[in-house]
C-alpha cells in the first residue's frame, strides 16, 4: 500500500483472484487513498461472493454488481484466460504499478505470463509472483485437471515443456532479462511468493517493521527509485495508512545497498546514482 501511494492514480492487475483473499484488503486499502485508482482482477471462473464482498464496501464500486450507479468503476473483474487478458492489454497499451500473479500454478502458463506482464510495466513497476516456494515450485498445476474447473473453456490446456514449476519460470525470466530484472523473496522465514523489480530503476529496498507489532506482515516494504527514470513516481504523495511513519529521504550514490526482506541481507554491489 505504501508503494502504491506514490502513484497519483494507482493501477493494479491481480491474475488469479480465487476468494478475494488479497482482492479484499488490497481495494479497502486504496479505498482510503484521497485520490481515484483501479484494480483489475483476472479469474477463469469469478466466485460470486468476491464482487458481492466489493460491493458493500462503501466509495468501491464494481460494475458487475452495480451496474447504474453513474460514477468511475474503482473494481473491475474479467472472467478470461490470463493469457488472452494480457495481449488484450498490449493491444491497448494499458500499464499498471503493480502486478500479482496468482493463476495457473505452472511452467508455460507463468512464463507466458511474465512475457506479456513485462510489456505492460512503467519502469517502477513491481510484480508479485505467488507460489514462488509452495508445491508448486517444483512442480505443475493446470486448473484445467482440478476439480470443477473440467468443462472450464477458458482453462489452459496442458503443454509439454522441458522445465516444470513457478519457480522454473520466474528464474528463467530473471536470467533471460540480462539483467533488468531483479527479485527478493517476501516477508517472513518460509514466504510463499517474490518480488521482481528493475534493477536500473530501483536505488534502495527495504523493509520497515514498526516497533509495536510483531508480525512481519504488518511490514511495510520500503522502495527507493531514481525519479529521473520513474516520471510516474511522485515521492510526495506517499502516504502510510496503518502508524506513524517517518521515512528517510533518498539515499544517493549508495554502494553495497542492503536489501534487508524476509530477515535476509542481499548485499547489491553496484554504484547507485540518486
Given amino acids: 500500500m505504501q508503494y502504491l501511494s506514490y502513484f497519483k492514480f494507482p493501477r493494479v492487475l491481480e491474475i488469479g483472484v480465487d476468494n478475494g483473499q488479497t482482492t479484499l484488503p488490497l481495494c479497502h486499502n486504496m479505498s482510503l487513498l484521497d485520490r481515484q485508482w483501479l484494480y483489475e482482477g483476472v479469474d477463469i471462473r469469478m466466485k460470486a ?31 478470461i484466460n490470463s493469457l488472452n487478458f494480457l495481449q488484450d492489454a498490449i493491444k491497448n497499451k494499458i500499464k499498471y504499478n503493480l502486478i500479482l500473479i496468482d493463476g495457473d500454478h505452472n511452467y508455460f502458463t507463468v512464463q507466458k505470463e511474465l512475457e506479456l506482464a513485462e510489456r505492460i510495466a ?37 503443454q509439454k515443456t522441458s522445465k516444470v514449476g513457478v519457480k522454473a519460470a520466474v528464474d528463467e525470466f530473471v536470467q533471460n532479462s540480462n539483467g533488468k530484472w ?20 530501483v536505488l534502495d529496498m527495504n523493509v520497515h517493521i514498526p516497533p509495536d ?9 520500503e522502495v527507493y527509485f531514481d525519479t529521473n527514470q520513474c516520471p510516474e513516481v511522485n515521492e510526495n504523495l506517499l502516504k502510510h495508512l496503518d502508524y506513524k511513519y517517518e521515512r528517510p529521504g533518498p539515499r544517493p550514490n549508495k554502494q553495497g545497498a542492503k536489501y534487508i526482506i524476509g530477515g535476509d541481507v542481499r548485499h547489491e554491489q553496484e554504484n547507485y546514482n540518486g
Fill in 49 to 79: 461472493n468476491v464482487p458481492a464482498a466489493i460491493a458493500s464496501m462503501a466509495t468501491i464500486f464494481c460494475p458487475a454488481t452495480e451496474p447504474n450507479i453513474p460514477v468511475h468503476p474503482n473494481v473491475i473483474f474479467y472472467e
Fill in 213 to 221: 507489532t510483531s508480525a512481519v506482515f504488518m511490514a511495510s516494504l
Fill in 122 to 158: 512503467l519502469p517502477s513497476t513491481l510484480i508479485v509472483c505467488d507460489d514462488y516456494n509452495t508445491r508448486w515450485a517444483n512442480e505443475d498445476l493446470y486448473y484445467a485437471e482440478s476439480n470443477g474447473y473440467e468443462k472450464n473453456k477458458l482453462a489452459t490446456p496442458r
Fill in 182 to 201: 531483479g527479485l527478493t523473496t517476501g516477508l517472513g522465514n518460509e514466504p510463499d511468493y517474490c518480488i521482481l523489480y528493475q534493477k536500473e530503476t
